[in-house]
């Protein structure tokens, strides 16, 4: 079972940029989707992204499209979730998410693939946006 931990949210005012990183347990997972998670108080969590770590393909949540990066660095075995122009509603509790065997080949396939199966989950990062 891979193990997650999330790194870099924090407290930043409307407009402004974070970048969480999400660090992989120590094998290269060449077959995986992963992806990123949020969830704000009252929510049910919603995905905003996902990547095909060994493809790179990705795949978006349509409200932050323009506005978040997901990128993954193969030979550190980590994914990164650069956002921008950060809005009050993006605010919540960020989790790092990753299918291992993929049982995908793309961006959005994987999109679907991390809402089902056996996926492991990190403890999650807080993002706060408020002026």
């Known amino acids: 079972q891979v193990q997650l931990v999330e790194v870099g949210g924090g407290s930043v005012q409307p407009g402004g940029s974070l970048i969480l990183a999400c660090a992989a347990s120590?094998?290269?997972?060449?077959?995986?989707?992963m992806g990123w998670f949020r969830q704000a108080p009252g929510t049910e969590r919603e995905e905003v992204a996902s990547?095909?770590?060994?493809?790179?393909?990705?795949y978006y949540l349509d409200s932050i499209k323009e506005r978040f990066s997901i990128s993954r660095d193969i030979a550190k075995n980590m994914i990164y979730l650069q956002m921008n122009n950060l809005k009050t509603e993006d605010s919540g509790m960020y989790y790092c998410?990753?299918?291992?065997?993929?049982?995908?080949?793309?961006?959005?396939?994987?999109?679907?693939?991390?809402?089902?199966?056996?996926?492991?989950w990190g403890q999650g990062t807080q993002v706060t946006v408020s002026s």
């Open positions: 998410a990753a299918r291992i065997p993929a049982m995908a080949r793309s961006g959005v396939a994987c999109y679907f693939a991390l809402q089902t199966g056996d996926v492991n």
């Open positions: 120590d094998r290269t997972y060449s077959d995986a989707c």
């Open positions: 990547i095909h770590f060994g493809v790179g393909s990705t």
